[in-house]
């Protein structure tokens, strides 16, 4: 099993829709969880974090974290083509252990 | 800030080669990593320093990888000798212990083939 396991896509939504990306992990240690966005032949940017189990908004994103599920998502709202991207999922055991990222289109 | 910097940015080499990529991290930032990136396994960190000193370097493939923090300012990830199945992004990583949610910010990256 993966350490941090992700849909690898493509997840194709319209724009103005809600994208939501899932991710699971397998260590019930891990402390802290990242979202990254990456986009095609770029570095990977961090865009979300969490900590405690609920919900955490920054602007159109929503991070969800439930340690009892292991389970982290990512809520993207009014998407945009601009959002078009792979989504990274981290999660920070003693380091920071990647998923192999899901692929979003947004389409007009 | 320019940021991480890494060279090269792309790099193509023939098997057998020595390989040497380099990385200066954010100024004042006192941990850096290096992360491989391939389609099939995604993003691998294959070692971390913290204050120069090397602190982890599980995830290094094997005795082919070597890497060196010399000062607070230069990192370097050597390959020799270099196989095809090193092929792939190679990211430097840094991030300091004051900043908040061990944000790390990434380095344009190295693409590296190996024919």
């Known amino acids: 099993q993966k350490e941090v396991e992700q849909n690898s896509g493509p997840l194709s939504v319209p724009e103005g829709a809600i994208a939501s990306l899932n991710c699971t992990y397998s260590?019930?240690?891990?402390?802290?969880f990242f979202w990254y966005r990456q986009y095609s032949g770029k570095s990977p940017e961090l865009i979300m974090f969490?900590?405690?189990?609920g919900d955490k908004e920054d602007g159109r994103f929503t991070a969800q974290l439930n340690k009892a599920s292991q389970y982290v998502s990512l809520l993207i709202r009014d998407s945009q083509p601009s959002d078009s991207a792979t989504y990274l999922c981290?999660?920070?055991?003693?380091?920071?252990?990647f998923g192999t990222g899901t692929r979003l289109q947004v389409f007009p | 800030d320019a940021g991480v910097i890494q060279s090269p940015r792309h790099e193509v080499t023939e098997m057998g080669q020595e390989v040497t990529l380099r990385c200066k991290p954010i100024?004042?930032?006192?941990?850096l990593f290096w992360y491989r990136q391939t389609m099939m396994r995604g993003l691998e960190l294959l070692i971390y320093?913290?204050?120069?000193?090397?602190?982890?370097d599980s995830g290094m493939p094997e005795d082919r990888f070597s890497a060196k923090m010399p000062n607070a300012s230069f990192s370097t990830l050597k390959i020799q000798p270099s196989e095809p199945r090193d092929s792939a992004v190679y990211f430097c990583?840094?991030?300091?212990?004051?900043?908040?949610?061990?944000?790390?910010?990434f380095g344009p990256g190295t693409r590296l083939t190996v024919t």
């Open positions: 100024s004042g930032h006192d941990y």
């Open positions: 260590d019930r240690g891990s402390q802290s």
């Open positions: 320093f913290n204050n120069n000193v090397p602190i982890d």
């Open positions: 990583a840094s991030r300091s212990t004051g900043t908040g949610a061990d944000e790390q910010y």
């Open positions: 969490i900590y405690s189990n």
């Open positions: 981290a999660v920070n055991t003693d380091k920071l252990i």
